[in-house]
C-alpha cells in the first residue's frame, strides 16, 4: 500500500532540510556582530574581518547543498 | 553669451551650466556644498579616510558562489571525461568553496 | 495606453513573458516592435531628467529655490552617501555619472507603478544590460588609466602563497570580470520583471475569478487590495534597486582604483 508518492527530485527536499542549519547559522553570525558594535561601537573595525570569515565558512554550507543537489539529482 | 573662459577658480553662483561648454570647471564644483556645514576632506594619507564599505556582502557572496561554480564546472568536466559518476563535480565544488572563503578571509579579513 | 487598461480583463490569466512585449503605439507602423510604451517611456525619462536639471540649475541662486534644493539633495546624496562613502574623496569626480545613473535607473523603474503606465522598461533586459556594460567599461577604464596593463594582473592575483594561485585565480576572473556586469544586469531586470509579474497576476487573477464565479467577487476584491499593497512593496524595491545599482558600481570603480596590496 503507498500512503504517498513523491516523483520527481527529493533533492529539492534534502536542500530545504540542508539550507535550516546554514540559515541559522547565518543569523548567529550576524546578530553577534550586531550586539558587539552596539556595546561597543569602536571594536566593529576589530570584528568584522571575523565576521565575514564566519559568514562565508556558513555559507559555503549552504551554497555546498545547491552544488550537491545538482551533481546527485535523486539518483541516490 | 559673453561668458569668460579664464574661469580659473570655480564661481559657482551666476549660471555656470548654460550649455555643456564650461569644461574647465569641474562638475562637482558648479555645485555649492550642498549642506551649510559641508566637511572638509580629510587629507590623504589620513587613516579616517578609509571609508566603512557597504558592498562586502555582495562580494562575499560573489567570491564563494564564483568558486563553487568555476570549480564545479571544471569538476564536471572532469566527470564528462573520465566518467566519474559526479564525484570530481563534489570534489570540485568542495575546493571552489574552500578557495572562495580563503578569498574572503584575505580580501575582507585584512 | 488607455486601451490597453481597458483591455486588461480580457487578458489571459497566468500571465506570461508575452506580457511584456507590447504592441506598437504609433498606428502607422504595421506590426513591428519599434515604437512601444516602453520606448515612449525612455524618452520621457530623458526628456524628464535632462529638462529637470537643466532648469533647476539656469540661474543658481545661493538661497536655492525649491527646485534648486530638489537637484542639489539628488546630487548631494548620491555625491556625499555613495560616491564619496565609497570610493573616498576621489570618487568626486564619479558623483556626476552616478547621479545620472541613480536618476535615470529610479524614474525607469519608477514607471512600474506610475498608475497608467504601469511597467517598467528596466523590465527588459536590455536596458540594464546597456547601463551594466557602460559601467563595466567604465571601471576597466579606471583601473587601466591608474595602473596601466598591470591593473589585470593587480585586479586578478590576489595576495596569497604561490602554491594556491592556480586555485584562486580562476576564481577571481570569473567573479571579477565574468559576474559582475552579469549580476549587475541581472539583479536589476529580475526585480523589475519580477515586480511586474507579481502586480499581473494579482491583478489579473481578480478577474479571472470575476469571471469563473461571481461568487469569488470577494476574493476578487482581496486579490486588488494586495495589488495595491504590492504597489507600496514594489516602491520599496524600486529605490533600493537604483541604490544597490549605484552602490556597487562604485564599488567596482573603488576597487579599481585601490592601490597594490
Known sequence: ?76 | MARSCRLSAPRPHNGLVWGVSAGRIRPADIVRPVMAGDPKPPPPGDPGDDPPRSDQGFVAMSYLISGIVVWGFIGWLVDRWLDFGGVATAIGAVIGAAGGVYLIARRLGA | ?261
Open chain 1, 1 to 76: 500500500m503507498n500512503l504517498a508518492e513523491v516523483t520527481g527530485s527529493v533533492a529539492a527536499i534534502g536542500y530545504g532540510l540542508a539550507a535550516i542549519g546554514p540559515g541559522i547559522g547565518v543569523g548567529l553570525v550576524f546578530s553577534a556582530y550586531i550586539q558587539s558594535t552596539a556595546r561597543q561601537p569602536e571594536s566593529s573595525r576589530l570584528t568584522i574581518p571575523y565576521m565575514w570569515i564566519g559568514f562565508a565558512v556558513i555559507e559555503a554550507l549552504a551554497l555546498l547543498g545547491v552544488a550537491f543537489g545538482f551533481v546527485w539529482m535523486g539518483d541516490l
Open chain 3, 1 to 261: 495606453m488607455l486601451g490597453q487598461a481597458i483591455a486588461l480583463p480580457q487578458s489571459e490569466f497566468p500571465p506570461g513573458v508575452e506580457d511584456f512585449y507590447l504592441p506598437t503605439v504609433v498606428p502607422w507602423e504595421g506590426t513591428g516592435y519599434w515604437v512601444t510604451k516602453i520606448t515612449l517611456l525612455v524618452w520621457v525619462t530623458v526628456a524628464i531628467l535632462i529638462i529637470f536639471f537643466l532648469t533647476a540649475y539656469r540661474n543658481p541662486k545661493l538661497v536655492p529655490t525649491k527646485r534648486q534644493w530638489f537637484a542639489e539633495s539628488i546630487y548631494g546624496f548620491v555625491r556625499n552617501n555613495i560616491a564619496v562613502d565609497m570610493i573616498g574623496h576621489k570618487g568626486v569626480r564619479f558623483a556626476p555619472y552616478l547621479t545620472t545613473l541613480f536618476c535615470f535607473i529610479l524614474l525607469n523603474n519608477l514607471w512600474g507603478i506610475v498608475p497608467g503606465a504601469q511597467i517598467s522598461p528596466s523590465s527588459h533586459i536590455a536596458f540594464p544590460a546597456i547601463l551594466a556594460v557602460i559601467s563595466y567599461v567604465l571601471f576597466i577604464a579606471v583601473g587601466v588609466q591608474k595602473h596601466g596593463i598591470g591593473y589585470f594582473k593587480h585586479a586578478v592575483v590576489p595576495p596569497a602563497p604561490g602554491f594556491i594561485l592556480p586555485l584562486l585565480v580562476p576564481i577571481e576572473i570569473f567573479s571579477n570580470f565574468l559576474v559582475r556586469p552579469f549580476s549587475l544586469a541581472v539583479r536589476l531586470f529580475a526585480n523589475m520583471f519580477a515586480g511586474h509579474m507579481l502586480l499581473l497576476v494579482f491583478t489579473l487573477g481578480g478577474f479571472a475569478m470575476l469571471n469563473a464565479t461571481p461568487l469569488l467577487a470577494p476574493v476578487s476584491l482581496l486579490s486588488w487590495a494586495m495589488t495595491i499593497a504590492l504597489t507600496f512593496l514594489e516602491a520599496l524595491v524600486i529605490m533600493l534597486q537604483s541604490y544597490v545599482f549605484v552602490v556597487l558600481t562604485a564599488s567596482y570603480v573603488q576597487g579599481a582604483l585601490a592601490d597594490e596590496h
